[in-house]
């Protein structure tokens, strides 16, 4: 079960870029990373999931460097509306399944004017 | 695209008391889970299901939650009787057969006095 260990919280100020760092030292051969973000009083929701090198979509950046002991989520110019819970999840890819699902307890993010 | 839908949004009885959760997935998902989610944590799975049957229930207590996926498509979580430690967010997320991507619903906030 590959157990992942996040920064409790972070502030970071608005236009800036935040990144976030999970590490995974006994991620298995075939475990991916997928990150979630939450916003109060909502469910988590999908933002970014990669294997290895840097993976790039509209919201946010992955990277993961060759050991892929650890992965980094890049958020490019944050606003006031990116203050959220991050989740970093490992395990297998496909639909989530076992250690797929243990969210643990994220990153708090809080962005400030 | 229809959300994942659950209600009520929110809920107070008192301790011993029963009460009942409902979740409608997005159409087609074969996967459904539901989670706990309390004040300051992150998500802890309950239950998943993969059409009407269980795959995991390994974390629920069984004792006095139970949940069905008549006809492998809507769901119900039953509490019965709660206890003030079950106030708690209950989500519920679905998953197609692809995809690492779980899609949350906005969650039944339950209080037990």
């Known amino acids: 079960l590959a157990k992942t260990t996040q920064p409790i919280s972070m502030d970071s100020y608005e236009g800036q870029e935040v990144n976030i760092t999970c590490s995974h030292n006994?991620?298995?051969?075939?475990?991916?990373i997928t990150w979630y973000q939450q916003f109060p009083s909502q469910g988590p929701r999908f933002i970014i999931q990669?294997?290895?090198t840097k993976v790039t979509n509209e919201v946010a950046s992955l990277f993961i460097p060759a050991d892929r002991k650890s992965s980094t989520l890049s958020l490019p110019r944050v606003s006031l509306s990116d203050t959220a819970v991050y989740y970093c999840l490992v395990g297998p890819d496909g639909p989530p399944a076992g250690n797929m699902l243990t969210f643990g307890g994220g990153t708090r993010l809080m962005v400030k004017p | 695209e229809a959300g994942v839908a659950q209600s009520p949004r929110y809920k107070i009885i008192e301790k011993r008391q029963s009460v009942a959760f409902w979740c409608n997935p997005i159409?087609?998902?074969?996967?459904l889970y539901w989670y706990q989610q309390i004040l300051g944590q992150g998500p802890k799975l309950l239950i998943q299901?993969?059409?009407?049957?269980?795959?995991?229930d390994s974390q629920l207590p069984k004792d006095r939650f139970s949940a069905e996926r008549l006809k492998g498509v809507d769901s119900t979580l039953k509490i019965q009787p709660a206890k003030l430690e079950d106030s708690a967010v209950y989500l519920c997320?679905?998953?197609?057969?692809?995809?690492?991507?779980?899609?949350f619903g906005p969650g039944t906030r339950l209080t037990v006095l």
């Open positions: 006994n991620i298995a051969t075939n475990d991916y």
């Open positions: 997320a679905s998953s197609p057969n692809r995809g690492p991507e779980q899609f």
């Open positions: 159409s087609g998902h074969a996967t």
């Open positions: 990669g294997y290895k």
């Open positions: 299901f993969q059409n009407n049957g269980v795959v995991d």
